[in-house]
């Protein structure tokens, strides 16, 4: 913050979301291990101490700019879309600059104790939870979590690990082929 600008009045959910936007940004240019909370301040014009407050750490802070992605996704995403868009988000560079980067860096940081917080455990069963409603199996809930686990796993193989030719394969030919066995999946007796 500059010492000659007036002071910001006390808004909590505006500083929050300055905090979110500068994380998203530094993050995505510099990576995880790069970026520091210093940036990530200056860039939110907030006090370092701010960022913890609201936060805990910088893992947690990589953790909510994600999950901040995954609920405007819920949000303006129809259930019957959902799954093929967040595949699409794994499979796709560009998109918002960064994107790819910023997954990758998220992708990797998942092993950690405190990568998953409730807030990523809870995005992750409302996505599960929409998927399952497109189901009438007895055990949508199972399959909804098994299409998820998949999704997760084609983004660590693709983005992460670089496995080819997964790594190189066209988006739309990963979809046909991931939406194809979906539809069985997600299908009563497992079969389209």
Request: glycine share 10%; net charge negative.
């Amino acid at each position: 913050m500059t010492e000659n600008a007036p002071p910001r009045p006390r808004d909590a959910q505006g500083t929050r979301a300055r905090i979110l936007h500068a994380a998203g940004a530094v993050f995505a240019e510099r990576g995880y291990e790069a970026a520091t909370v210093r940036e990530i301040a200056g860039r939110a014009e907030v006090n370092q101490a701010l960022i913890f407050r609201y936060f805990g750490s910088k893992q947690a802070l990589l953790t909510e700019v994600m999950a901040q992605g995954g609920k405007e996704q819920l949000i303006n995403t129809p259930a019957e879309r959902l799954f093929e868009t967040a595949l699409r988000g794994v499979l796709t560079k560009g998109g918002k600059p960064g994107t790819d980067r910023l997954l990758a860096v998220y992708l990797r940081s998942i092993g950690s104790a405190d990568a998953a917080p409730e807030t990523v455990r809870a995005l992750g069963e409302e996505y599960a939870a929409a998927l399952a409603a497109l189901s009438s199996a007895d055990d949508s809930t199972l399959r909804a979590q098994l299409a998820m686990a998949w999704l997760l796993g084609i983004g660590l193989m693709r983005v992460v690990v670089g496995q080819e030719p997964l790594a190189s394969a066209e988006p739309d030919e990963i979809c046909g082929h991931v939406l194809t066995a979906l539809e069985g999946l997600l299908s009563e007796d497992g079969r389209e």
